[in-house]
């Protein structure tokens, strides 16, 4: 198995145990990640807010890259927005209209083509149907028993393109939990929105937003997500959510190929669970008593 | 369609978003599903209502499209299949085409993101969000993320790295040919 890897600007910075933690376990699974040489932003949710067109060349830029290889094989993208821009691309330039052109226009400045050849996927659909329960519970070394996971999806690696998921009530997650021996939380929110950027310009309206998740993920061990921007708003406001409840609602966070790798018996190390905001000393002795 | 993901330098700046919205049927199901339409002054709904009816002035200096966080949920359940978030996406263009910003900080955000793509191709976290926070010529603003700026840099998460002040952008070239091609449009 053989995939561009399109880490995104994230995966550089906030969310480096994200690409940490991708890579060793893709390693430990016998996916062969070839990162995509000079590769930039994908334009995030800023690019469709200032420019239509440049919301679509940006993702394109990298696409294109991955095509002048030659190589054939699907792009993986662990970054839900970095995968929304990647996919919308794939999408509008089949609307019509010449878009197609005018962003070819745009990447002959760098001597690039972008034609619709790479198919961006999703890391989670990626680990869900290509890897698949079976390969991840054969490499299991220790069994998560006894611990409750709150499988949290987000939104923009289910919505609006439904490629691999129920965009509404998500399960893809479940069977890999359950390889490892853990056990799944039963909770409805796994698709409902963080607040997103809303961190940045609207904190409020985020805060409230990451406050009824971590109320409702109550009674498990760990929140697992597969998106950046998900795992920060999660993570880092649990005292001033918990504050403004009135109640405690501190609970660990992890991005779901750290939960994946503790079971494959790979190093917090080498996981990167140092970076982690909340990442309990409970949680953590309950796993290294396994 | 075409014309709702396009940013329309029409006559009407709004046509496009009014077409795309001629179907919609005022049921509601946009604004029952959105996350934030309580933290809105209109709801999605009453929205697409004014978009039909043409009232740019209302339609401007409301909040409503800069509080819609792309979650995809009405466009998911729309049941006249109409691009909603597209057209939330379309409506922050045209507010900052027109120079209509209640929600300055909103469109000061995307454009020094979109900046700090120009000159280094990645986003710098700390360098973006460094000239955000002196782009708002507002002192209270940062202090709210003080204590999560504090986190990162204590996680060796975000670094201060030498800004490029003056020389060409890692993008330039691209960027300047996607406002040409967004000129002639």
């Known amino acids: 198995m053989k995939y561009f890897y399109y880490p995104g600007c994230s995966l550089e910075g906030t969310a480096q145990e994200y690409d940490a933690s991708t890579r060793a376990l893709m390693g430990a699974l016998g996916v062969e990640l070839l990162e995509i040489e000079d590769w930039t932003c994908c334009g995030a949710s800023a690019g469709e807010a200032v420019s239509y067109l440049l919301s679509m060349v940006l993702p394109a830029r990298n696409l294109a890259l991955a095509e002048k290889s030659g190589i054939e094989a699907d792009m993986l993208v662990p970054c839900s927005a970095c995968y929304l821009n990647l996919k919308k691309v794939e999408d509008h330039t089949g609307r019509g209209d010449h878009l197609l052109d005018r962003i070819n226009e745009a990447l002959a400045q760098e001597g690039l083509t972008y034609a619709k050849g790479i198919r961006p996927r999703h890391l989670l659909d990626i680990l869900a149907k290509d890897v698949g329960q079976g390969r991840v519970s054969g490499k299991v070394k220790r069994r998560l028993e006894g611990i409750r996971v709150a499988p949290y999806y987000g939104c923009q690696a289910l919505r609006p393109y439904e490629e691999f998921d129920d965009p509404q009530l998500p399960t893809s997650m479940e069977p890999l939990i359950e390889a490892l021996g853990a056990e799944v939380h039963p909770w409805e929110m796994g698709a409902k929105c963080c607040g997103a950027g809303l961190m940045t310009t609207k904190k409020p309206v985020a805060l409230n937003r990451v406050g009824e998740l971590l109320a409702a993920a109550k009674g498990a061990d760990c929140i697992v997500t597969v998106c950046p921007m998900c795992q920060m708003n999660l993570e880092s406001f649990q005292g001033k959510v918990s504050r403004s409840a009135g109640e405690d609602l501190g609970l660990s966070v992890l991005y779901l190929p750290q939960l994946i790798g503790l079971a494959l018996g790979l190093s917090e190390q080498d996981l990167k669970l140092n970076l982690n905001f909340a990442y309990s000393k409970t949680l953590q002795q309950k796993i290294n008593l396994k | ?185």
């Open chain 2, 1 to 185: 369609m075409k014309d709702t993901a396009e940013h329309g330098a029409h006559a009407d700046p709004l046509s496009a978003v009014r077409k795309e919205l001629e179907a919609c049927m005022q049921c509601g199901t946009c604004t029952g599903s959105c996350a934030n339409s309580s933290a809105m002054d209109f709801t999605p709904r009453q929205l697409w209502r004014m978009v039909q009816l043409g009232l740019k002035d209302e339609i401007f200096n409301s909040k409503t499209f800069w509080l819609c966080s792309s979650c995809y949920y009405c466009t998911l359940r729309c049941p006249r299949g109409l691009k909603l978030t597209e057209a939330m996406g379309a409506l922050k263009r045209l507010a900052v085409a027109e120079g209509r910003l209640p929600e300055k900080k909103s469109a000061l955000f995307y454009r020094t993101f979109l900046d700090n793509v120009r000159r280094y191709g990645r986003v710098r976290e700390m360098d973006m969000m460094t000239r955000y926070f002196f782009s708002l010529k507002n002192p209270v603003t940062p202090l709210g993320f003080a204590p999560l700026g504090v986190k990162l840099m204590v996680k060796g998460k975000i670094s201060a790295q030498m800004p490029n002040l003056f020389g060409a952008g890692k993008m330039d070239a691209i960027y300047r040919k996607v406002e040409e091609l967004e000129a002639k449009a």
